[in-house]
């Protein structure tokens, strides 16, 4: 599976963007899928995840209420729809995918076989 992750950009504070990853490889609708983000000088950490049939998803207490996680696996393509984003909502943003969604849901996504390349988001205040 491959990853290409894109949407990012500079917003003021409480603006929106939406985060598009696209896929390739047959075994994508059978991956969980997830958001992580990387601020300078901080670890990376887990931001929202779907299961591969989309029924489910889990989100970081950060962003429960102002991001929404979905994809559409006719595109091989899985979507972050941010909200009323804040500047420590900064960072650079990675999709992710693995057929083990514990893997994805975890705090760092440490083990998680498949990483797209990031994007920047950058929320001014």
């Known amino acids: 599976v491959q990853l290409q992750a894109s949407g990012g950009g500079l917003v003021q504070a409480g603006g929106s963007l939406r985060l598009s990853c696209v896929a390739s490889?047959?075994?994508?609708?059978?991956?969980?899928l997830g958001w992580f983000r990387q601020a300078p000088g901080r670890e990376r950490e887990f931001v929202a995840v779907i299961t591969w049939s989309g029924g489910s998803t889990e989100y970081d207490d950060s962003v429960k209420g102002r991001f929404t996680i979905s994809r559409d696996n006719a595109k091989n393509t899985v979507y972050l729809q941010m909200n009323t984003l804040k500047p420590e909502d900064t960072a650079v943003y990675y999709c992710?995918?693995?057929?083990?969604?514990?893997?994805?849901?975890?705090?760092?996504?440490?083990?998680?076989?498949?990483w797209g390349k990031g994007t920047q988001v950058t929320v001014s205040s």
């Open positions: 992710a995918a693995d057929s083990n969604y514990g893997l994805v849901v975890g705090r760092r996504g440490d083990g998680v076989h498949y």
């Open positions: 490889g047959r075994a994508f609708r059978s991956y969980a």
